[in-house]
C-alpha cells in the first residue's frame, strides 16, 4: 500500500523513515499551505478547530496524490482529538474517496498498537524490523528536537538575517536520508556543523521568550504563522516548551525506567496551584509553563490555541492569575484561517518591543 499521514512539524520526517525501513512506500502530501487549509476548511464544520481542518486538509492532499492508506490517530483524554479520525473518515467517504483507514488508536496499550498498526500497513511484522524502526524514530525525534533548539539560538544571534535556516535546510535534509542509528548520529552532527558556520553577533542582547499552548499550532510553522523564525528576526531567543520528544519520553517509555522528571510531569506541578484536574488538550502543561517562567528568569511567555479550543480557552482565563503572580508578561495569541499575517507580526513587535523596555528597566 502507499501510506501517507497528517504533518504536524517535523512527524513525517519521523513516520515516513520508520515506514520505508518496514519496506512500505510512503506519500508525504504536500506541505501545509492556504490550499491545504482551504480543502479542510471546506469540508469541515464551521466551528471545529484548525487543526483539524489542516489534517483533513492532508488527508485530502495525499489521496489526489496516489495514498492508498492513511495514518489516523485517537487519542485518550477529554479533547476533540479523539474524535479526529472519526470525523475526518467520515468527511472522506462523504467525498467519495476509497481508502483504507489505518487507525493508531491509543486507549489501547501504546507499543502492542504501534506494532499492530504498522504491520498492517506495511504488511511487515518482522520484531526485529519493528524494534529497528521504533528505535531509528525515536532517535530522530530526539536529534530532530535538538536541531530546532539550536536553530532558535542561531537565529536570535545571526548577523545575516535567514542564513541560519538555510543551513538548517541541509541539516533536515541529512537527516531525513538517515536510515539506521549511526547515519542518524552522523546527520545530526553534519547538522549542527552546519549551524555552527552561521555569522553570529555573540554579544548581541538577546531576550528569551517560551513558547506555549496546543501542540499542534505550537510546533507546525503555517499553523502558527511561523512564529518562530518571525520571533528570531526580531532578536529574540525562543524557547519552544512543547516538543514531541517530550511526548515520547512521558508516553513510550515506562516511568520506571526514566531517570528525570519529564516535561509534562514538571509542568503538571507547577500548574497544581492553579489547576487540580486535567481538562483536556495542553491545557496542563500551558499553565505550567506559564508558572515555570517566572523561576527561568524568562523575559515573556507566548500562548498559542486554535480557535474554539475549549482547554486552551479555559487556561488562557487562568494565564491572567499566573501572570499578575509571576510578574511574566504572557501574549496569548488565537489563530485560525481568519489571522493575516501582517497584523500578526505587528502584535509580535509590539509585545517584543514591551519585554524590551520592561527588561531594560528592570537592569
Known amino acids: 500500500m502507499k501510506i501517507s499521514f497528517p504533518h504536524m512539524g517535523n512527524l513525517h520526517i519521523i513516520l515516513s523513515s520508520a515506514i520505508r525501513i518496514l519496506g512500505g512506500e510512503v506519500i508525504v502530501p504536500p506541505y501545509n499551505s492556504k490550499t491545504t487549509l482551504s480543502l479542510g476548511t471546506r469540508n469541515s464544520p464551521e466551528a471545529v478547530c484548525l487543526p483539524y481542518k489542516l489534517l483533513l486538509g492532508n488527508y485530502i492532499q495525499a489521496i489526489e496524490a496516489g495514498a492508498e492508506a492513511i495514518l489516523m490517530l485517537d487519542s485518550p483524554g477529554i479533547c476533540r482529538l479523539g474524535q479526529y479520525s472519526a470525523s475526518s473518515r467520515n468527511a472522506l467517504i462523504d467525498l467519495g474517496y476509497d481508502i ?6 491509543l486507549y489501547q496499550g501504546k507499543l502492542k498498537e504501534i506494532y499492530k498498526k504498522f504491520k498492517r500497513a506495511t504488511n511487515n511484522g518482522n520484531p526485529i524490523d519493528l524494534v529497528r524502526a521504533i528505535k531509528v524514530a525515536l532517535i530522530k525525534i530526539d536529534i530532530l528536537d535538538q536541531l530546532d533548539h539550536a536553530l532558535a539560538y542561531y537565529r536570535a544571534r545571526e548577523i545575516h538575517i535567514g542564513s541560519a535556516d538555510s543551513k538548517y535546510k541541509k541539516g ?4 531525513e536520508n538517515a536510515l539506521t542509528p549511526r547515519e542518524c548520529r552522523s546527520a545530526i552532527k553534519y547538522a549542527l556543523e552546519q549551524l555552527s558556520l552561521v555569522p553570529i553577533d555573540a554579544n548581541k542582547e538577546v531576550l528569551h521568550v517560551d513558547i506555549t499552548g496546543e501542540i499542534f499550532v505550537v510546533l507546525d510553522p503555517f499553523a502558527n504563522l511561523e512564529i518562530e523564525k518571525e520571533l528570531g528576526r526580531l532578536g529574540v531567543h525562543v524557547h519552544r516548551k512543547l516538543n514531541l520528544s517530550d511526548w515520547t519520553k512521558s508516553s513510550l517509555i515506562p516511568s520506571i525506567l526514566r ?6 510531569e514538571k509542568a503538571k506541578r507547577y500548574a497544581k496551584a492553579y489547576l487540580k484536574r486535567d481538562i483536556g488538550g495542553d ?3 500551558s ?10 528568569n524568562s523575559d515573556g511567555i507566548i500562548h498559542l490555541l486554535p480557535f474554539t479550543c475549549m482547554p486552551e480557552i479555559i487556561s488562557q482565563n487562568i494565564l491572567t492569575n499566573v501572570k499578575m503572580n509571576n510578574d511574566v508578561p504572557i501574549l496569548s495569541i488565537v489563530l485560525d484561517e481568519q489571522m493575516g499575517k501582517a497584523g500578526f507580526n505587528t502584535r509580535l513587535e509590539a509585545f517584543v518591543d514591551l519585554i524590551r523596555r520592561r527588561k531594560r528597566k528592570i537592569a
Open 287 to 296: 499553565i505550567g509553563d506559564a508558572a515555570l517562567a517566572g523561576s527561568n
Open 172 to 175: 533536515i535534509k541529512a537527516i
Open 259 to 264: 531517570f528525570n522528571e519529564t516535561h509534562g
Open 100 to 105: 483504507e483507514f489505518i487507525n493508531f488508536d
Open 283 to 285: 491545557a496542563i502543561e
